[in-house]
């Protein structure tokens, strides 16, 4: 495969411009379009990303961003619909019928960014500011738990004033401190701004999961066009921040782009390009990848941004992330329908937000409140009504959090996974843990339809030991209080 002629370009830089190089980016853009139609290349970048079974395991290679690029930008009808198959092919291979369940928990939308695609940006003066006591978390996290969420993904706007890091500190302690009921909250991702290394070292000891914070866009002059005001702006310190996290000791990380702000074979590239960097640099590529696109909200207008994709489009940047990075989890919010939730799990996802509020202090009110949004939540059902829905259409919601509890993070995760011994621990745990959902939140028919799928998905599990202890707890979880399962 051809790789760069451009000089700039070094995956192993710890310089943004050098791991994300526009010419490099260029120059497989070019590439792309130059073989889109070539049969040949195709076959062969499908065979290399197709999976490989030896010795009752599971392997897949992945692409290279230039090969995954090809996939991208070809429009041969019959070709596309062997790439979708084969998303769906490594879907089922690596994450069987599971989807892992979470919700964002706003903190607070006071912000200093100027960022022109998000209402809570400085100039928006009419947006009502917010931002929860710590009286307020326990009333949002109260309220989580009692819909069953587990795991947690915490939103807070850049402002050093209203929302510094101790804040974001006191508010993880006091969610990982509630105990309700049946309910506790067993990983606390954080999606807060590019910060220092220092602090990521604060967020590692207060025992985060994943550190998640999205690029936004890898074309450097649309991000400072996007970005005009703010400490935001500077694209050098946000696109390093990963780097930082790692070297704060943060062995989870999450990227994404907002599709719609550039072009979207640019941003794919660019993508690609960051999780081949972290794993040369740091030996472990990212932990999630989420893909949202621009949505309505309070001051902005998506019609505004001329760089939206359709649906088919979407789906199709889905599958191919998945073909060029089997291994790494991916995320998709309530930003999306029902509709295009539903497709986008067969061909990649494996996370779903579900019964979500983007409000500050939106769990807690009985009525969705609409002043303090971030974005319009275009999936509206309550998460039973998401679980029933995931339930009849095949797949198996999964409340677990066991990995990053049990030190499985970072190389040690991926070496797992890379391995197929990670399966042995996905599928036991998701029966488990919905068990706990069935028993201590789900309505009548999500129940009955739940506890008959557990049983049926008992049977699956290979491993008979694995089986029968999987088994006597999930019995032990119907009839007692006993919880927190895992393997
Ligand atoms: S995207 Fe984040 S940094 Fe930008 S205005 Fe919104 S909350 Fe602030
Ligand atoms: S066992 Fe680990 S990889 Fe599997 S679902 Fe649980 S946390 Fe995720």
Known sequence: MATSASTSYNPASLSAEE???????????????????????????????????EGGKVRCEGLTHREASVLLACDLPEKNAEMMKLAEEIKLAFYGNRIVLFAPL????????GCTYCPYHAENKHIKRKKLTQEEVRQEVIALQDMGHKRLALEAGEDPLHNPIDYILECI?????IHHKNGDIRRVNVNIAATTVENYRKLRDAGIGTYILFQETYHKESYEALHPTGPKH?????TEA???????????VGIGVLFGLDKYRYEFAGLLMHAEHLEAVHGVGP??????????????????????????TFLKIIACIRIAVPYTGMIISTRESEAVRGKALRVGISQISGGSRTSVGGYAEEERVHDTEQFDVSDQRTLDEVLLWLMRDGFLPSFCTACYREGRTGDRFMSLCKSGQIQNCCHPNALMTLAEYLTDYASEETRETGKALVETELTTIPNERSRTIAAENIKEIYASNRRDFRF
Do not use: Q
């Open 106 to 113: 706003y903190l607070s939308n006071y912000c200093v960014n």
């Open 242 to 252: 990963m780097d930082r996290a790692m070297e704060g000791g943060i062995d989870d």
């Open 287 to 312: 932990h999630t990848i989420s893909v949202p696109r621009l949505k309505k909200a309070d001051d902005i207008d998506p019609a505004k941004f001329n760089n939206g994709i359709d649906d088919e």
């Open 19 to 53: 791991f994300i190089s526009h010419e490099e980016i260029l120059e497989t853009l070019r590439y792309a379009e130059e073989n889109k139609r070539n049969e040949e290349l195709i076959d062969r970048i499908l065979e290399k990303a197709r999976p490989k079974y």
């Open 173 to 177: 302690r006091t969610i990982y401190g």
């Open 234 to 238: 500077d694209y050098r310190y946000h």
